[in-house]
């Protein structure tokens, strides 16, 4: 077998195992722990009672920057 | 000074009873209804002058101020906070109310009757540990949910305007690709926003007992079920009054307030990729507060000597409480996810470098 397949192998059972691993851990941790600080008070906004008195978007100007990507004919295909 | 409520029909004690929103004697199952609550009012002043009611003690400790009455009917020993205004006696299981710390400044402007039962809380702790893996062994066996407790948390509800004033640059973004170039156009404008919005009964808790995160995250509550505040709720329940003044209350409402200040305007500036604020105001006006009491089922369960709180919304049924967890469980847990998730990874990886995919 390719030493390379060998390494990719590995490399995937590390890379993979463990980002898996952390987001499920990261879940379950997150089950026991959900109590938090309230941030907002959105829940009691009386109705009617917002109001945006002045929305303005004026157009100032513009700016355009081009960049030189490599295009899909330079890609070598390793066989 | 301690009272409790009698029944109209034969002087038993009343309990207001949640799922039927009415007071109900323990001994004849004679109910009674908020139009009594007049008459109740005027009795429980009138128990006031009846019942044997003797502050007996006030004693400072390192845990705080314990505070002990003598119950009206056994006469045995009733130890309390110094902030409690509803509690039990421990020997004949009467409701007592301490009248003193429902009165005067201490008086609450409305009450939230609770609708949810005890044995509704019950179920729905045991529904809330359900799925938890890394929950300790030690914790499961040793939960004394007969603990659980209904307590009325103060809380003051601020209610106020706030206005906000935004100006700015905005940028809209936009990439394209022509051939072998990335084309990136930037958009800038000139963003002004100025608008205001109306908050009523932000509830903040007013007990330095209870933890603050904890009350926040069991919200909403419906206000439009307040009720103004009369003694005759709180019976067969705890109760707390206020430690915490409106003006100690009041950094915490503005945060909120101006949190949801906050969300309006970034809703309205979600087609700009970035913001430079050149000014950002945000005052709060006409802001004033009423003292309440919130129904909360409590469970303070303990474990390796920390104290783990749980907290239903006792309106909602809303349940939140941290819950501990176990080290061990954690690690085995990991291993088994890291070796599937890890296998798995790995055979795709290397077939996919077998069949030269990349």
């Known amino acids: ?79 | 000074m301690p009272s409790t409520l009698k029944c109209s029909n034969c002087g038993g004690d009343l309990k207001f009873t949640p799922a039927l929103q009415l007071w109900k004697c323990e001994w004849c199952d004679q109910e009674h209804t908020e139009k009594d609550l007049q008459g109740f009012t005027e009795q429980a002043e009138q128990a006031l002058n009846e019942t044997v009611a003797v502050k007996v003690e006030r004693e400072e400790t390192d845990d705080g101020v314990t505070v002990t009455y003598k119950c009206g009917y056994c006469g045995a020993e009733v130890v309390t906070t110094e902030e409690t205004s509803q509690t039990f006696c421990l020997y004949c299981q009467r409701p007592v109310t301490i009248l003193s710390q429902v009165s005067g400044t201490f008086k609450p402007e409305a009450v939230l009757p609770f609708r949810h039962t005890k044995e509704k809380a019950l179920e729905a702790f045991k529904e809330f540990l359900k799925g938890k893996r890394f929950l300790p062994d030690s914790y499961k066996a040793n939960q004394n949910i007969e603990k659980l407790r209904g307590v009325y948390i103060p809380h003051w509800l601020f209610e106020g305007t706030v206005h906000f004033s935004v100006q700015g640059e905005g940028d809209v973004v936009t990439t394209t690709r022509q051939g072998d170039y990335r084309i990136t156009k930037t958009d800038t404008y000139r963003v002004v926003r100025v608008g205001y919005i109306g908050v009523k009964d932000v509830p903040v808790d007013a007990s330095s007992k209870t933890p603050d995160d904890m009350m926040d995250s069991i919200e909403p509550y419906d206000f439009s079920g307040l009720k103004p505040f009369a003694t005759p709720y709180l019976s067969g329940f705890l109760a707390e009054r206020y430690d915490v003044s409106q003006d100690e209350s009041l950094p915490r409402a503005d945060k909120r307030c101006k949190g949801s200040a906050e969300n309006k305007l970034r809703g309205s500036l979600t087609r700009y990729s970035i913001v430079r604020r050149q000014k950002d105001e945000k005052r709060i006006e006409n802001m004033k507060a009423r003292y309440s009491l919130l129904p909360v089922w409590m469970l303070h369960s303990w474990h390796e000597g920390k104290d783990y709180p749980f907290a239903m919304n006792g309106q909602t049924g809303k349940i939140l409480g941290n819950l501990p967890l176990d080290k061990g469980k954690m690690v085995k847990f990991g291993a088994l996810i890291f070796g599937i998730s890890g296998t798995v990874s790995g055979v795709v990886g290397a077939l996919l470098k077998y069949f030269e995919v990349f």
């Open chain 1, 1 to 79: 077998m390719d030493f390379d397949v060998i390494l990719y192998g590995i490399l995937f059972f590390l890379v993979g195992g463990g980002g898996i691993t952390a987001i499920v851990m990261v879940l379950e941790v997150k089950k026991h722990r959900p109590v938090k600080m309230a941030a907002d008070a959105d829940m009691y906004i009386k109705a009617g009672e917002t109001q945006m008195t002045v929305v303005e978007d004026a157009f100032l100007r513009t700016h355009t920057t081009k960049v030189k990507v490599a295009s899909s004919n330079n890609t070598v295909k390793k066989r």
